[in-house]
């Protein structure tokens, strides 16, 4: 497979949103939950914050692992994606543009964020 540089930003910018998507984002909280623990503690300031971590062991915890790291689900989303745009790129390529337009405008959400912050 031949790739351009701005098919690898593509795929790169994708596959960031497609790992943030699948480990932290509330819309897909419903694929970790069975392999995930809901722990509750309470903060310096009194609040009740919920964590959630792995199950401890067995093929659910295992999965738990890899969906609660970022790297390793990076490295899977991007086999995912890469591997279906050369089996079916016609279906690969409007979900690798939906993902990047998405990831690049997290992006500069995230920076315009940072400035009003400031």
């Known amino acids: 497979m ?3 540089w701005f098919q690898f930003t593509l795929f790169s910018i994708a596959v ?3 790992t943030r998507l699948i480990v932290y ?6 694929i ?18 919920i964590y959630q971590l792995p199950r401890e062991s067995g093929l659910r915890g295992w999965i738990g692992a890899l ?3 970022y ?3 990076g490295v899977w989303a991007a086999i ?12 690969a390529q409007p979900i690798t543009i939906i993902l990047a337009v998405a990831g690049l405008a997290a992006v500069i959400e995230t920076a315009i964020q940072a400035m009003i912050k400031e």
């Open 80 to 91: 995912g994606l890469i591997s279906l745009h050369l089996i079916y790129p016609q279906i």
């Open 32 to 49: 970790r939950a069975p392999f995930m623990i809901d722990y509750e503690e309470m903060d310096e300031h009194g609040d009740m914050v």
């Open 71 to 73: 790297w390793c689900t």
């Open 2 to 4: 031949n790739m351009d």
């Open 16 to 18: 960031f949103r497609l």
């Open 25 to 30: 984002d509330q819309i897909t909280a419903f």
């Open 67 to 69: 969906l609660s790291c």
